[in-house]
């Protein structure tokens, strides 16, 4: 059920698929960087933070057994470990102070090993590692660059509809589960700056004011569905999903209209 639940999802995971991207080499989690964002303007350190323990949480659950871990969907944890050094990177550049904090070097290290590993033992004792840095226990040395962490057919077709799934599921139980949705949204929002960076990846560079405008309208959908689920509003938080996955089928439209 896990893997046809991960498989199935968002819309994006199958419309994303084909000929919109231009395959480039794979970066490091500290690629070129570029202007650091103020990210509290579309995500807030608490919710970044709280999503990189919602990831770890979900991660251990997929090494209890190497019967679970073969279970996992194909590039699970590729597509994990590229989404919490995004995190990372985020939370030590932050503009907002946070616990975790000085923790964000060595998070980013453990998550980037996390995405390279290749079998059942490397996998469990990255996550290991990455739970003792996010307890303030490990250690990274590489300056942390805003940048490219995964490749762009990797960030919208895995790891997008990887946090959509979560926030559907979360708006399913908002009531018990509105600080995840926040978490979830928050990491949404973070997506869809670093997006920014990737016009000249896509088959349509010469419209980068356009893909700009969709991932605006992404960012912006999902800082407002984390903001209504801290504020306990349902039926906001339900409206600016609509909004939120509107702004990608509006970008399908013009980037990809043959999946449309």
Not at 40 to 48: G, H, M, N, Y
Not at 139 to 157: I, Q, T
């Amino acid at each position: 059920m896990r893997r046809l639940q991960a498989l199935l999802g968002f819309e994006m995971a199958t419309i994303l698929l084909g000929t919109l991207f231009v395959v480039t080499p794979t970066p490091t989690f500290a690629s070129d960087g570029d202007s650091i964002p103020k990210f509290s303007t579309f995500a807030s350190a608490d919710d970044l933070a709280a999503e990189v323990k919602l990831q770890i949480a979900d991660l251990e659950k997929a090494v209890v057994d190497e019967e679970e871990y073969k279970s996992q969907v194909e590039g699970r944890f590729i597509r994990d470990g590229n989404t919490i050094a995004l995190i990372a990177i985020a939370l030590g550049l932050h503009d907002q102070d946070h616990p975790i904090k000085h923790c964000a070097k060595a998070i980013a290290a453990a998550a980037q090993k996390l995405a390279q590993t290749k079998d059942f033992a490397g996998t469990k004792q990255a996550i290991e590692d990455l739970k003792a840095a996010a307890n303030g226990e490990g250690k990274g040395s590489s300056e942390l660059k805003w940048g490219k962490v995964s490749k762009l057919p990797g960030l919208m077709k895995d790891e997008v509809p990887a946090i959509n799934n979560k926030l559907k599921t979360g708006l399913r139980h908002f009531k018990k589960r509105s600080s995840d949705v926040a978490a979830n949204a928050a990491t949404m929002a973070l997506i869809a700056e670093n997006a920014n960076l990737y016009v000249a990846d896509t088959k349509k560079p010469g419209e980068g004011q356009k893909w700009t405008e969709f991932d605006s309208q992404m960012r912006a959908a999902a800082g407002d569905l984390a903001a209504k689920a801290h504020a306990g509003d349902e039926a906001g938080a339900k409206t600016a999903m609509d909004k939120l996955e509107k702004s990608c089928h509006d970008c399908h439209a013009v980037f990809n209209p043959e999946k449309k």
